[in-house]
């Protein structure tokens, strides 16, 4: 047995001096392949977090450049990007991913639609306002009667309405496809930062839409509370949504005028209250919101009111109280005033300033307070020769802003509005109340979810197209 064993050791030991030659080749191999990729010119994928600090910056600082580069191939162009699959879509990122402001490492994408509407946003080549709606089977944002926070008048499935069939329209730019509103993403828009609706009661339509749109997206409900504190959105003037994990708030602000409105107390015994309309002051309330993130204005439908239409002894510039004047003159007046404060008081490198357009009414048979109507209504105008003119509001408001210091974006929401007639809550603007004949009609405001979701999906995509926000990416 004494020599199988000497065998056996001296065996072992050649065997162990192979395995220390092949290991010794295989670290130098590996060494000289870490020195050679340390060499290679660096790649988008290749790139250090310090120099691509989120997923899609990169893409978006690219994008910049495309038209500077449009004289060049097609494919000197092509932002270089990895793509992958995720389902219908197309997500782009880039190596390593680093982490966000939770500490996660996941990768913060864009859609393949999101991606091609960023890449063109500095091509001019679509108006997104101009286009069609068209039906579409997708369900709506947030389902009706699902959310708590809306204004019992806009929530018209509450209210007894049946036919959803204009919950099943989409609008259509002509020129380019719009991404979904996606609620996760809007919210990493909305990190750390206020969004503050000033205006009417139109605009509460859109923040309200907002509002349950957001909600709709978040996994435990309860991290989403009201600031303000009051529960009646009809009765007072300031209303503020935090989104707790996400450190933002969504707030709106009544003034339907944006300048200051007047209102005096009853005399003796008088029933009616004297109003003025100061056109050189903006709303007090301004204290509130000029350094918020993003501000979005509106008005209109308040200067369609038969005192203000009329004129007389209304309005007020300084001292002077005007006995006759214009409601254009008056409505100019007054847009001219706001221009002039956020120009001089919003801080244009920080704020971000948007004005919805005026939303356009259906009343039929008369107006708001004169037996109009609007129920039965449940497909959109089809034929354009069956559209309103132009809002002449409009084209005051265009040419204030053009007139700015400030970038603006204009939400012209006017004549996508003008399509729907099927929209609004007509008869159904209360609970349990008794439809009759002759009854008061809403054929301005928007049944939500509605119409208002679409002005949201707009805002959002606006905001895609940005480089305001961090990164420039969600």
């Not at 495309?66 to 000197?76: A, D, G, R, Y």
């Not at 054929?443 to 949201?456: E, I, K, R, T, Y």
């Amino acid at each position: 047995m004494a020599p199988l064993k000497k065998y056996t050791i001296s065996h072992d030991l050649q065997r162990r001096k192979y395995q220390f030659i092949f290991t010794t080749f295989l670290l130098l191999f590996f060494f000289s392949l870490l020195i050679l990729l340390n060499t290679t010119p660096l790649t988008p994928n290749s790139l250090p977090s310090t120099t691509v600090p989120t997923a899609t910056s990169y893409l978006l600082s690219a994008s910049n450049y495309i038209s500077s580069l449009s004289s060049l191939p097609k494919t000197s162009s092509i932002i270089a990007a990895r793509t992958f699959e995720t389902g219908s879509n197309v997500a782009i990122s880039h190596s390593p991913i680093p982490l966000d402001e939770n500490g996660s490492n996941s990768p913060r994408t864009l859609s393949k639609t999101e991606h091609d509407f960023v890449i063109n946003k500095n091509k001019n080549s679509c108006d997104i306002f101009d286009g069609k709606w068209v039906l579409d089977n997708s369900d709506p944002i947030y389902p009706p009667g699902s959310c708590p926070f809306l204004d019992y008048t806009f929530n018209c499935f509450n209210n007894g309405r049946s036919d959803l069939r204009y919950l099943r329209y989409r609008w259509q730019p002509n020129g380019c496809n719009i991404p979904r509103f996606d609620g996760k993403k809007m919210l990493e828009i909305l990190r750390g930062k206020r969004m503050v609706f000033v205006g009417d009661s139109l605009n509460r339509n859109m923040w309200e839409s907002l509002v349950c749109s957001l909600r709709m997206s978040l996994v435990d409900k309860n991290k989403m509370f009201e600031v303000s504190g009051k529960r009646q959105f009809r009765t007072e003037g300031f209303y503020s949504f935090k989104f707790q994990d996400y450190n933002c708030t969504v707030e709106f602000i009544r003034s339907p005028f944006l300048v200051q409105e007047w209102k005096f107390p009853s005399v003796k015994g008088v029933e009616s209250r004297r109003e003025m309309l100061r056109l050189d002051l903006i709303q007090a309330t301004t204290s509130n919101y000029h350094d918020a993130d993003f501000l979005i204005f509106n008005t209109g439908h308040w200067w369609t009111h038969h005192k203000t239409r009329k004129g007389k002894n209304f309005f007020q510039e300084g001292e002077t109280v005007l006995s006759k004047l214009k409601v254009t003159e008056a409505y100019t007046k007054a847009l001219k005033t706001w221009a002039e404060w956020v120009d001089k008081n919003v801080n244009k490198n920080k704020t971000q300033v948007f004005f919805a357009g005026y939303s356009t009414s259906h009343f039929r048979g008369g107006q708001w307070n004169s037996g109009g109507n609007c129920d039965g209504e449940t497909e959109p105008i089809i034929d354009d020769k069956y559209l309103g003119s132009y809002p002449w509001m409009m084209k005051a408001l265009e040419s204030v802003i053009s007139k700015m210091s400030t970038p603006v974006v204009y939400l012209n929401i006017s004549k996508m509005t003008d399509y729907r007639k099927d929209g609004h809550p007509s008869i159904y603007r209360q609970p349990g109340t008794e439809r009759r004949p002759g009854m008061f009609q809403d054929c301005s405001h928007w049944c939500l979810p509605g119409v208002p979701d679409s002005w949201n999906q707009l805002l959002y995509a606006s905001l895609l197209m940005s480089s305001k926000w961090p990164n420039g990416t969600p």
